[in-house]
C-alpha cells in the first residue's frame, strides 16, 4: 500500500490519508481482513507526523472502515467494495436567463420591474437593523402562516390600498404567487377534477395548475375578459384561475356582470375561484380596480405579489384564504417549506409600516407611465395606423395587435437577429391560432431609450418582410 502526500494542496494531510486508504477499501483494492500498515512504519515511510496518521486511522475507524483487532493491529472491516459511479465535477457554464445579459439585447420580456429603482439602500439599511435587533426567537421555526407583523401590516395596506376587508389571519404569506397556486392546486386536487382557465394564460402558471393532473378547460378570452358565457363542464371543477383586474396577457378587466356569472358557476359547481392579482398596483387611468374577493370572500382566493411591486427575486407572495380551507392549508404550507423566509418578512413588514411601500409604488408608477407612454409613442410614430394596443393601461407590458402582420417563426427569428426579443400572444394560447397577429411587449425594466431603438428595429425587420 502506498500514499501519496501533497504538501502543496489545500486539502489538510489527515484528509488525504484518510481518502486514499478509503478508496483503496471501496474500489476492492484492499479487502475485508487486509492488515493495514502500523501508523509508526507509516508516518516514517511518508514523513508526516504519526498524529496525522492516528487521526486518520480513527476517522476511518469511526465510519466502520477499519477495525483494530488485538494482536493484528489494524484491518479493513467487512463487507466494503463498493464501486461508485463517475461524478461529473467539472462546472457547467451559466446560462440562465437572468444571469446572463446578452450586449446590446433589448428583451420586451413581460413582467420584469425595473431592477435599478428597487430601493436597494433603504432595504440593505432596514434588513440589518431588523436582522441586529429581532428577538432570539425569531430565529427559531416560525408559523407556516408567516409573521404577524406583515399578515398585520398586509392586512392594513389591503384595506387602504383596495379596500379589501379580511383579518390578518386570513393572509398567508408564500414564497412568491407561484408558490400559493402550486399549494391551492395541491390542496384542492381530487383525481379527474379539472381547472378552468383563462385562454391565453400565464404558461409558466399553467404549467403549475397541469402539474398536479388536473384536466384544463381552456374559456378564450375576448376583450373584456373570460367569457363566462361560454363555460361548460359535465366535470367537477377544482377552482377556476382568473386575471380579473389586469388579465394576463390581454390586459382586460373582468366587467362586473362576468364576475357574478362566474361566482354563480362556481357556486353551481361548489368550488373556489383563484384572483390572480399580480400587476393591478400599477394602473395608469382611472380608479384602482375592486378586487373580486371582495364579492364573495368564502369563494375567492386572492393571491397577491410582490415581485412587480418590489422585486421577483424576494420571492415574497401572499394569498388571502377562506376560513374553510385555512387548517388544512398550513398543514399543507408546514409539510412544503416550514415557513416563508422570516427575516425579510419582517423587514417587509417595517417597509409598509413606514409607508415605504406605498411611497415606492407611487414613485414606479409615474415611471411606468413614462415608459409606457414612450413605448405608445414609438409604435405610432413607426406603425401609423397598423396596430392597435389592447386592454388597459396597467401593468408592466401591453399588447399590440398588428393588422397585416403575422408573427411567424421566421420574422420572430428575424427579429431576434436584430438583437430584440419579442414574446407573440401565441406562445400563451392553449388553442393556436386565434392570436397569431399580437406580440406582448414588457417595458417596465427598459429604458426609454431601449425602449425607442427596439422598437425602431422591430420596424426594420417588418417593413423589409413581404407578407
Ligand atoms: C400573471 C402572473 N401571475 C403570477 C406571476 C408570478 O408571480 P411570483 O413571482 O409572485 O411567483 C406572474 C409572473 O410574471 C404573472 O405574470
Known amino acids: 500500500m502506498w500514499l501519496t502526500i501533497d504538501k502543496n494542496i489545500n486539502t489538510s494531510l489527515i484528509r488525504q490519508v484518510y481518502e486514499q486508504i478509503r478508496a483503496m477499501i471501496l ?32 476517522q476511518l475507524t469511526a465510519e466502520g472502515y477499519i477495525e483494530s483487532r488485538r494482536g493484528s493491529g489494524t484491518i479493513v472491516a467487512e ?17 440562465s436567463v437572468y ?19 428597487f430601493p436597494q439602500k433603504e432595504w440593505g439599511n ?13 430565529f427559531r421555526y416560525c408559523q407556516p402562516g408567516g409573521i404577524m407583523e406583515l399578515r398585520q401590516a398586509l392586512s392594513e395596506y389591503l384595506f387602504r390600498t383596495r379596500g379589501i376587508c ?3 389571519e386570513q393572509i398567508m404569506i408564500v414564497s412568491g404567487s407561484t408558490q400559493g397556486l402550486s399549494l391551492i392546486s395541491k390542496l384542492l386536487y381530487r383525481p379527474n377534477v ?28 375576448d376583450s373584456k375578459g373570460i367569457r363566462t358565457n361560454i363555460i361548460e363542464t359535465k366535470n367537477d371543477v377544482g377552482f377556476v384561475y382568473v386575471t380579473p383586474s389586469h388579465q394576463f396577457p390581454l390586459g382586460s378587466i373582468l366587467p362586473i356582470q362576468r364576475r357574478i356569472k362566474l361566482i ?15 400587476d393591478s398596483e400599477f394602473r395608469y387611468e382611472g380608479h384602482p380596480i375592486s378586487s373580486f374577493y371582495e364579492l364573495d370572500p368564502n369563494r375567492v382566493i386572492y393571491v397577491g405579489s410582490f415581485s412587480k411591486i418590489l422585486a421577483p427575486a424576494l420571492r415574497l407572495g401572499y394569498m388571502i384564504l377562506p376560513d374553510l380551507l385555512i387548517d388544512k392549508y398550513l398543514k399543507l404550507k408546514m409539510y412544503t417549506d416550514v415557513h416563508t423566509e422570516s427575516i425579510s418578512q419582517l423587514v ?40 392597435v394596443i389592447k386592454g388597459h393601461a396597467a401593468g408592466l407590458h401591453l399588447v399590440a395587435e398588428f393588422q397585416n402582420i403575422l408573427f411567424t417563426e421566421e420574422i420572430l427569428k428575424k427579429i431576434t437577429q436584430q438583437k430584440v426579443k419579442v414574446y407573440p400572444v401565441e406562445k400563451y394560447a392553449i388553442h393556436k391560432g386565434r392570436h397569431r397577429n399580437k406580440i406582448i411587449l414588457g417595458y417596465g425594466h427598459l429604458s426609454i431609450d431601449e425602449i425607442t431603438e427596439g422598437i425602431r428595429r422591430i420596424k426594420k425587420v417588418i417593413q423589409n418582410t413581404i407578407i
Open 264 to 278: 354563480r358557476f362556481a357556486e353551481k359547481k361548489n368550488c373556489y375561484i383563484v384572483e390572480d392579482d399580480y
Open 166 to 168: 379580511c383579518r390578518a
Open 194 to 221: 379539472e381547472v378552468v382557465v383563462e385562454d391565453p394564460i400565464h404558461y409558466g402558471l399553467l404549467n403549475v395548475i397541469s402539474s398536479y393532473g388536473y384536466l384544463i378547460n381552456p374559456i378564450p378570452v
Open 99 to 117: 444571469t446572463r445579459v446578452e450586449n446590446d439585447l433589448i428583451d420586451f420580456r413581460s413582467g420584469i420591474p425595473a431592477l435599478d429603482m
Open 27 to 58: 474500489e476492492g483494492k484492499l479487502s475485508a481482513g487486509d492488515k493495514l500498515p502500523s501508523t509508526r512504519w507509516l508516518s516514517e515511510n511518508l514523513k508526516i507526523s504519526r498524529n496525522v496518521i492516528l487521526e486518520a486511522y480513527a
Open 79 to 95: 463487507d466494503l467494495y463498493f464501486k461508485r459511479c463517475e461524478r461529473n465535477l467539472e462546472k457547467s457554464p451559466h446560462n
Open 348 to 387: 417587509l413588514a417595517q417597509f409598509i409600516n413606514d409607508g415605504k411601500l406605498e411611497k415606492h409604488i407611487w414613485k414606479m408608477k409615474k415611471k411606468y407611465y413614462n415608459k409606457r407612454q414612450a413605448l405608445i409613442n414609438n409604435l405610432r410614430i413607426n406603425f401609423f395606423d397598423e396596430y
Open 126 to 138: 432596514l434588513f440589518n437593523k431588523v436582522c441586529s435587533h429581532m428577538p432570539y426567537s425569531y
